[in-house]
């Protein structure tokens, strides 16, 4: 089946439920077992059965059972954020000893874990390029258990060469995660690109709503949903179930949201880098973009998330500009049906290697409003900008 297909049946169960069209959300801590004979049966699966709310219930399995099947993945663990999932993804996966080797582009928080975390209980991390490619194998050492990817990085997006750079980790013997949260799991698919585990912070686009916080670790064996789905239960972590059910709910349109954030991205992509204020627009999807060919390789659309250097302006000026935006609000958690425009500073989270400051760097998020009225938008900032240059 096609993706547009599975979106809007995996999950449901609606013969199971009165015909009704949409999983029920079950709100559940104490499950009662009618005798001790189900009681003793239903603790000899702990991680399957219905059993103590925290553990699982129908609501939360049927957002996993809907994003294994858009990931292409064999079973997925819910998590009650993004972050969540990321840090309990590396957490079932390394131990004291254990080298990873962690893109210079990833979500700035798991950098923040590895450093500050990981380190505590002896897990060594090292950053690398993130068009390192195949050259990642000089990086592995006989300890290094874990590549962390995320492609394109949701602040500088650099395409990776995931083939490539699961193909040097399997031969050392180590696994491969990705942050699939830019694509939805709509436009890569991860495990046919040699990915072990794939993350989404399902906050963004899943739930589509900028109304919730979930996220999402998508394995491909039996064996790493055993370790993940483990971890989270000794950490005792889970999802709610509201939030499941708006992950859940999220999915079914994610398709069609998906073109339209695609098209208005592109949309605006193109009208910037006609713009004389613009010194580069950080867009894959456009033929000028570095990582294009990649891209054009591995993926089958762009999200409408991508980043835009000014030229340089001072920044009372570039304040102006966003200040001046009506349609274009200021927030950081992209995804939702809004425009969003925040300032970012990459060079400030590299080690590996630098991120080439231009002049002021802006990272925009196209909703899914009318694409002229975003164009006309981003005229009234520019006209902002000038008045405050
Ligand atoms: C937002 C985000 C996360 C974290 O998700 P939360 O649900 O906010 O914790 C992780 N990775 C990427 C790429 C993100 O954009």
């Not at 991390?125 to 000089?138: H, S």
Request: hydrophobic share 45%; aromatic share 8%.
């Amino acid at each position: 089946m096609k993706k547009e297909t599975i979106v809007t049946t995996a999950g449901r169960r609606p013969k199971e439920n009165f015909g009704i069209v949409n999983p029920p959300v079950y709100h559940a801590s104490t499950v009662l077992f009618p005798s001790m004979a189900a009681h003793d049966e239903a603790r000899k699966h702990p991680l399957e059965g219905v059993i103590y709310g925290r553990m699982g219930t129908p609501t939360t399995r049927a957002f996993e059972e809907a994003v294994a099947a858009l990931e292409g993945g064999f079973r997925t663990v819910s998590l009650a954020s993004g972050l969540n999932a990321l840090t309990t993804a590396v957490l079932a996966l390394v131990k004291s000893g254990d080298h990873i080797l962690v893109s210079d582009s990833v979500y700035g928080p798991l950098r923040k874990f590895c450093d500050e975390f990981l380190t505590r209980f002896g897990v060594e991390t090292t950053y690398f390029d993130p068009l390192i490619g195949g050259a990642i194998a000089d990086l592995m050492r006989k300890s290094t258990r874990l590549v962390c990817t995320e492609s394109p990085g949701s602040l500088t997006f650099e395409v990776q060469d995931i083939p490539a750079i699961s193909a040097a980790a399997h031969a050392n013997g180590a696994l491969v995660m990705t942050d699939n949260t830019w694509s939805a799991g709509l436009y890569f698919q991860p495990f046919a690109h040699g990915v072990d585990i794939s993350v989404q912070a399902a906050t963004k686009y899943i739930v589509g709503h900028s109304d919730a916080m979930l996220g999402a670790i998508t394995v491909a064996s039996e064996e790493h949903w055993q370790m993940v789905k483990t971890t989270a239960v000794k950490l005792g972590l889970c999802a709610g179930p509201d939030d499941c059910y708006l992950g859940q709910r999220g999915i079914r349109t994610l398709a069609v949201r998906l073109a339209r954030h695609q098209q208005n991205a592109l949309a605006l992509a193109r009208w910037l880098q006609g713009r004389p204020e613009v010194a580069r627009v950080v867009h894959p999807a456009l033929p000028q973009d570095p990582g294009h060919q990649l891209w054009k390789r591995d993926f089958t659309g762009a999200s409408g998330l991508f980043g835009v250097m000014l030229r340089p302006f001072p920044k009372a000026a570039v304040d102006a500009l966003i200040d001046a935006l009506e349609l274009f609000g200021l927030g950081y958690s992209w995804g939702g049906y809004e425009s969003l425009i925040v300032p970012a500073h990459p060079e400030g989270a590299r080690s590996a290697v630098p991120w080439q400051v231009g002049g002021p760097y802006l990272r925009l998020h196209a909703g899914l409003e009318d694409s002229a009225d975003q164009i006309a938008d981003l005229e009234h900032g520019f006209a902002a900008l000038h008045k405050a240059a």
